[in-house]
């Protein structure tokens, strides 16, 4: 039993010139509000300059096989998520763009799927349009994709699993459904080299009570294990090398990765079960007043196979993702394709009924929480001035950004039928203008890449460098193009690869700095990268020789020590 239109050259609703310019508009969308701002401001810490440094170093030493942190064993996750970084960086430089493209295209290309599963599902243009628009400007997947790390990577490789699964499913030639399993295998593999064993995973929990429920489990049986070999074939050739290579990798990656996040009491980022009921709400920002309407309508028609695919593709992984431990909110974006999917089709319903009152609705909540931010901006620059005087253009594009996205729901709330998808291009513009907004003392705290930036060739100069943060760290490291750090007195997600007993003298301690640099600057000049935030973080600064230049900016400092003489 499928869904499949008996005439599937046909369309359901008469085409109208307006059609044929609704995907283009998507990709002009994407072109500005997604690549465009992508150089507009520095690397986040701590995501954005670890993979864009282990990336890096994949380039500089020839090793794609066994990831290294600035020259440091680092096994919280597979290869090709680095792979796709550093592809990105090999073709466009070593710049913010080539360390962001990765995750931008992943987004673009989830945003095709979703257009094309739903064209599969309804056969209307506004119904494909809708749903792939939606998907975009969700407030989670639109910050996420000009945003490096491996979270967008993953999500594509699940949508692709899933998309894939149906198109197996609705085929109607075994020669289309060997295909479609095969891609299905194919994602299956490229998500494990990603992020690990739940891209095996979630196929598997939708797929499964899925054919029990349509009675064609057979059809399963059949089939699958076709999709598990091609998934084997893909993975199978990294998973030996790295195993080659580094015999403990599956051990940690495996018990600390999985077991140990899923179920330990000490997981890392241990949140309550319902951490994610409230984050999809907020995830689906600018469309969460529809996210009711939404599930309601689907929840009435889930004895539909469409809906009920949909509804088990979104509900399971959310449930599975609740049950676990260790969560962070990027977790659930592989659930936002199937809600997006059911929103569309729920909000085009809604128009051509000509009801426009839950749209209505969305817009004012949009421009109430648009408005109490512009106030609550208004009052603390007045109080607290948070802008300096020299930052009035970041102001301005903040002030920009809060009032477009004011003015593009305001126009939803006047003619709801009309403007129903203005809420996209205020949740586009904000997301576009909000990083490069940032007031200096957020940029100088969390992208330090910058200050970094103004003064390499000091820095360049060097023959050893010194960090006591992580992320100023490995921000130094990628602007250096050296994997060569040393750490004082910070370990934090280094701790298994620092547990080598060759990486022993990467550790500077308080009790050693002072040998270090006496070491280091008989060697040539040293440059140190200093976080100073805390009473122990003045203490290490202290200890420090007093010779040297100085710069800083917030709570960064760089000092530049020269060669001491013979």
């Not at 465009?36 to 440094?53: F, K, N, S």
């Not at 054919?211 to 999709?227: C, D, F, K, S, V």
């Not at 203005?422 to 490069?436: D, E, K």
């Not at 943060?469 to 934090?492: E, H, M, Y």
Request: charged residues 15%; aromatic residues 12%.
């Amino acid at each position: 039993m499928t869904s499949r239109n008996p005439l599937p050259n046909t369309i359901s609703r008469a085409s109208t010139p307006l059609d044929r310019w609704l995907l283009p508009g998507l990709l002009l969308a994407f072109v500005v509000f997604y690549l465009l701002p992508m150089v507009t401001h520095g690397l986040w810490i701590p995501d954005e300059t670890r993979y864009a440094q282990i990336s890096q170093e994949m380039l500089l030493s020839g090793n794609w096989i066994s990831p290294h942190f600035m020259g440091i064993r680092y096994f919280e996750k597979p290869i090709a998520g680095y792979w796709m970084i550093a592809i990105g960086q090999a073709v466009f430089g070593d710049n913010l763009f080539g360390v962001r493209i990765a995750s931008a295209l992943s987004t673009g290309l989830s945003v095709w799927l979703t257009y094309r599963i739903a064209q599969r599902f309804w056969n209307d243009p506004r119904k494909s349009f809708a749903c792939a628009m939606l998907y975009m400007s969700f407030g989670l997947i639109a910050g996420q994709a000009g945003y490096a790390n491996l979270d967008p990577q993953f999500t594509l490789w699940v949508n692709l699993s899933l998309v894939a699964l149906w198109f197996a499913l609705d085929s109607q030639s075994s020669r289309g459904k060997m295909g479609a399993w095969a891609l299905l295998g194919v994602a299956c593999g490229m998500g494990f080299m990603t992020k690990g064993f739940l891209a095996w995973l979630l196929p598997v929990l939708i797929a499964l009570p899925y054919m029990i429920w349509q009675r064609r489990l057979g059809e399963l049986l059949r089939y699958g294990p076709l999709a598990i070999v091609v998934a084997a074939l893909v993975s199978l050739p990294w998973v030996l090398a790295i195993h080659h290579q580094e015999p403990d990798f599956w051990r940690f990656f495996f018990w600390n990765e999985h077991i140990r996040r899923f179920s330990a009491d000490d997981a890392q980022h241990a949140r309550p079960w319902w951490f994610y009921l409230p984050l999809l709400l907020a995830s689906s920002l600018p469309w969460a007043v529809l996210l009711p309407n939404t599930l309601i309508s689907a929840w009435k028609h889930k004895r539909q196979p469409v809906m009920g695919f949909l509804l088990l593709w979104m509900l399971l992984p959310l449930a599975f993702f609740s049950l676990s431990s260790g969560k962070l909110p990027t977790y659930i974006m592989p659930c936002l394709l199937p809600l997006a999917l059911m929103m569309g089709h729920a909000i085009i319903d809604m128009l051509s009924q000509e009801r426009g009152k839950s749209i209505r609705i969305n817009g004012m909540v949009n421009v109430v929480i648009a408005t109490a931010a512009l106030i609550a901006l208004l009052y603390l620059q007045t109080t607290k001035e948070i802008y300096a005087n020299t930052e009035m253009f970041s102001l301005s594009l903040m002030f920009f950004a809060l009032i477009g996205w004011i003015i593009a729901n305001a126009l939803q709330v006047l003619r709801p039928l009309l403007f129903w998808a203005m809420p996209a291009l205020g949740i586009w513009l904000l997301v576009a203008l909000l990083p490069a907004a940032m007031p200096s003392q957020i940029v100088n705290s969390k992208m330090p890449d910058q200050f970094i930036a103004e003064h390499l060739e000091a820095l360049s100069q060097t023959s050893s460098l010194l960090s006591n943060d992580l992320g100023a760290a490995s921000a130094l490291s990628w602007r250096l193009k050296r994997p060569q750090v040393d750490l004082f007195n910070t370990i934090g997600e280094l701790k298994y690869g620092l547990e080598d007993p060759a990486m022993e003298s990467r550790k500077v301690t308080m009790d050693n700095v002072g040998q270090w640099m006496t070491e280091a600057r008989k060697k040539g000049a040293v440059g140190v990268v200093m976080r100073v935030n805390s009473v122990q973080e003045v203490q290490e600064v202290e200890l420090l020789p007093i010779d040297g230049k100085r710069y800083q900016r917030g709570n960064l400092e760089i000092l530049i020590f020269p060669q001491s003489q013979p």
